[in-house]
């Protein structure tokens, strides 16, 4: 019987129903664990890609602004599957683009209590029940090639993004000695329902004037790069960030 890489581990993840938290989802499964699938959407789908595959799953309805769902989220795992490993965070939204001085105090708090409380709450909820667990674990926030680089128009995601890498850094110190990794994973453009742009609109224009392999990035390419994180693979990193992303940004 070929051998996984997260054989006998739980994962949650968020932002599961679609995009690159669905292919998180269906490639940890493959890999061996056995996954909570939360999002403010039903799962319904996911869950039968996991089931058709012979994997283990179960879906909630979590809205990750809350942190009480994500305490919930968590002892949901718990129950289910009787422990925790690992969490992927990537339910997140994209917004139109606004400049700066015509940005609404309410779009940009939306903004902030999705792309980086949520991921907070989260991570929160996880690392809590990590440390108690005592046996390590790992944490995989999904930021963006945007949380490093200013794009005009996007100030809200820019600051939200930026937001989770740093956090990213001050927990993996904080957490380090305990065993729990805690590594940020940030995508350049990739095609999924958030960006779906077809080619040779503007937008797909501008984005591939900034990405050197001239592609957008698979949302399954972005799972390999979570697996790494998640996995023992990567058993000496945290508090890094991973730029899945094309070449985009090369320093
Ligand atoms: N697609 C890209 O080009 C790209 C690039 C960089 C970073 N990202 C990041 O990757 C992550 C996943 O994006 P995607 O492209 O798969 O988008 P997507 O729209 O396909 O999936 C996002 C999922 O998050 C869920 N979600 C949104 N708000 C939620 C909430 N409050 N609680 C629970 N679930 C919620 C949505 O229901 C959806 O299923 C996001 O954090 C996004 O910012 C995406």
């Given at each position: 019987m070929s051998s996984?890489?997260?054989d006998g581990k739980v994962a949650i993840v968020t932002g599961a129903a679609s995009g690159i938290g669905r292919a998180v989802a269906v490639l940890f499964a493959k890999e061996g664990a056995a996954v909570l699938l939360a999002d403010l959407n039903d799962c319904n789908e996911t869950l039968s890609l996991i089931q058709a595959a012979g994997g283990t799953a179960q879906a909630?309805?979590?809205?990750t602004t809350s942190e009480d769902a994500c305490r919930a989220m968590v002892a949901s795992a718990v129950k289910a599957f009787g422990r925790v490993d690992t969490g992927v965070f990537?339910?997140?939204?994209r917004l139109?683009?606004?400049?700066?001085l015509e940005l609404k105090m309410d779009t940009f708090r939306r903004m902030i209590d999705i792309n980086m409380i949520g991921v907070l709450h989260s991570a929160q909820a996880l690392a809590r029940q990590l440390v108690q667990q005592g046996e390590?674990?790992?944490i995989v926030n999904i930021a963006s090639t945007a949380g490093k680089i200013p794009i005009p128009g996007?100030?809200?995601y820019c600051m939200a993004k930026a937001g989770v890498i740093m956090m990213t850094k001050v927990m993996a110190l904080e957490l380090a000695e305990t065993g729990?990794?805690?590594?940020?994973?940030?995508p350049g453009f990739t095609s999924t329902p958030m960006w779906d742009f077809e080619k040779g609109t503007e937008e797909d224009k501008w984005a591939m004037s900034l990405t050197p392999m001239n592609r957008t990035g698979t949302a399954e390419e972005q799972a390999q790069a979570c697996l790494f994180l998640a996995s023992s693979d990567s058993s000496y990193t945290t508090g890094q960030t991973l730029y899945s992303a094309g070449g985009q940004f090369v320093d």
């Open positions: 996984g890489k997260l909630v309805k979590v809205d990537a339910a997140g939204i139109d683009p606004i400049p700066m390590g674990g790992t996007s100030g809200p729990v990794r805690v590594n940020a994973l940030a």
